[in-house]
């Protein structure tokens, strides 16, 4: 009997259900494991969970402890490090013997890091919405002066008896104008996004082009972690390159100038169930990983990166991340940053479509 031909009615839970055999081999994911643990069931399947356990000597001996009492045991808010050095907090319930053909041990892993990430997103999101209105308001009222300011320049330069004073005004008109042009870039990409169905990959291949000429000689590995099975994306893919292209040349430079010995930067793709975003709740949605292994974020930006003027780069404008999540929030969808030892990972996540959603209340309440 092949497990996977059955019903997949645990499909609908939030909870990960993972049911290994004798050999720790998967014998059942849900869809909710299969987002938990950062890989699909086949990719489980052929690796099998000795890694897993490797890396987390405390679950293996909690298995073994329900395994001698032949009782349900519990862990608290564990920290689980996953597949590509994820890491993850959660509830894990271990049961074992499960009736189930061939099945050893049944983890219930329940991701707290979810409503944590949920609370969080809210909390961030409620303050790059203050943040971008006070600037929108500061750039309005900005314009009208600097408008006057151009014309008066203008007009001096007219009346100007030594055409040798002119280098004075047209000072003024380029700043100005540079000012006018900072404006702009403040207030965000005002074209709204043209969606079609796009291969994500596309874009990323465009990006890595784009890079690797702009590298030349310059060491850089490249990493490519794509997931085939991914279906097409209803977005602007123009705007797709200039956020993927932000996120990968941030990382370049963050890379080469933290002397990263051997700078990797690494493009990876998944595919998400009932996931979340913004209070909604989508039922397919595509991750898409920036990864480096450069020096880091520091701590102090981490709740700041994607606001106006925040930088953590000498000479940076600090608007590149902030229009980066003005696209992304366009299509119904958000950037993350994912903290992960001695790497650096921002996720554009994006939904399937945007139509395809449920408030996550409701969601909530239909899958108790």
Not at 131 to 146: D, V
Not at 164 to 191: A, K
């Amino acid at each position: 009997m092949n497990p996977r031909s059955e019903p997949r009615l645990a499909d609908t839970l939030n909870t990960a259900i993972v049911v290994l055999d004798e050999r720790n081999r998967p014998i059942y994911l849900n869809s909710a494991a299969e987002q938990f643990l950062g890989t699909s069931y086949t990719a489980a399947l052929k690796s099998g969970f000795d890694a897993v356990f490797e890396a987390n000597p405390l679950l293996v001996e909690t298995i073994r402890e329900a395994l001698s009492t032949s009782q349900v045991v519990t862990l608290r808010e564990v920290e689980l490090v996953l597949a590509h050095e994820l890491v993850r907090v959660a509830d894990c319930a271990i049961t074992p013997r499960p009736e189930y053909p061939g099945a050893r041990v049944m983890l219930e892993l329940n991701d707290i890091e979810r409503h944590l990430r949920i609370s969080r997103d809210a909390r961030i999101n409620s303050l790059q919405m203050t943040t971008r209105q006070m600037m929108r308001g500061l750039a309005h009222e900005l314009k009208n002066p600097l408008g006057g300011l151009r014309g008066a320049a203008q007009l001096l330069e007219r009346e100007l008896p030594d055409e040798r004073l002119t280098e004075y005004t047209r000072i003024i008109l380029q700043e100005t104008d540079r000012l006018r042009g900072l404006i702009d870039r403040m207030l965000g990409p005002i074209d709204r996004p043209d969606c079609h169905w796009v291969n994500v990959h596309e874009p990323l291949e465009q990006v890595r082009q784009l890079l690797r000429i702009e590298a030349g000689d310059k060491p850089l590995d490249w990493q490519l972690d794509y997931d085939p099975s991914i279906p097409n994306v209803w977005a602007d893919r123009d705007q797709l390159v200039q956020v993927l292209l932000n996120l990968a040349r941030n990382a370049v430079q963050a890379m080469r100038e933290g002397n990263t010995p051997e700078p990797r930067l690494t493009f990876r793709t998944r595919v998400l169930r009932q996931f979340t975003i913004h209070g909604k709740r989508h039922r397919l949605a595509v991750r898409i990983d920036v990864e480096d292994n450069g020096p880091g974020v520091p701590d102090d930006l981490v709740e700041t990166l994607f606001l106006p003027m925040v930088s953590g780069r000498a000479g940076g404008s600090g608007l590149g991340l902030s229009l980066a999540q003005t696209i992304a929030e366009r299509h119904q969808g958000m950037i993350e940053f994912v903290p992960k030892r001695g790497l650096t990972r921002f996720s554009l996540i994006l939904p399937i479509h945007p139509d395809d959603s449920q408030d996550e209340a409701s969601s909530d309440s239909s899958n108790e």
